[in-house]
């Protein structure tokens, strides 16, 4: 990968590591432990519950990218990085801009 190419990946993954914190701190915030049933509606309790498995599941996600980008910013400088772990061939650049967390090709993703 080139020089520049690979400064501009890594300018992306730190923006959209920034991004995924604030992220992650807004869904902590709707995941809190819900008030008890006479606090709030039994309806609204309901919604509130619904919602907050959905809010759960996009922090677990969102949780999860912000490693994978943790640990590619940390490769980014490594001889190694970009290339797959299990063909050893060169991740196109088109995948690595779109999802840098990648650590396979598109073809060795599948297994
Ligand atoms: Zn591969």
Redesign the pocket.
Known sequence: MAIENKKELKDKIIATIETLKVKIEELKEVTKPIAPENAIGRISRMDAINNRSVNEASLRVAEEKLKKLERALLKIDEPNFGI??????P?PEGRLLIMPESI??????QY
Do not use: G
């Open positions: 797959c772990i299990r063909c050893n061939k991740i396979t090709c598109v073809n060795c993703a």
